[in-house]
Nanobody, 114 residues
């Protein structure tokens, strides 16, 4: 049972990245998925959530209109499309779901810098 994030990296301000979260070991299509981020010295922040069917999403004001969460239940993968990135988006990004007592990936680093 695991989640594996990928797609992070270094991007210039104003740029875009798409993160992926590959799930295995559980019935992916039965669970809501969430993306969080944690910047150095800051608390972990929820940045996107999607229901199990992919029909409902939610975002905090800090990323609304810039980030889009989606999922492909046939591929057991969730995505986070991030546009108009700024230095404030620099963080480690994690995907998570409520399998068991809570399942987290190891995270992928996103650095926004010129």
């Amino acid at each position: 049972v695991q989640l594996v994030e990928s797609g992070g990296g270094l991007v210039q301000p104003g740029g875009s990245l798409r993160l992926s979260c590959a799930a295995s070991g559980f019935i992916f299509s039965s669970y809501d998925m969430k993306w969080y981020r944690q910047a150095p010295g800051k608390e972990r922040e929820l940045v996107a959530a999607i229901n199990s069917a992919g029909t409902s999403t939610s975002y905090p004001a800090s990323v609304k209109g810039r980030f889009t969460i989606s999922r492909d239940n046939a591929k057991n993968t969730a995505y986070l499309q991030m546009n108009s990135l700024g230095p404030q988006d620099t963080a480690v990004y994690y995907c998570s779901t409520s399998v068991g007592s809570g399942l987290w990936g190891r995270g992928t680093q996103v650095t926004v810098s010129s």
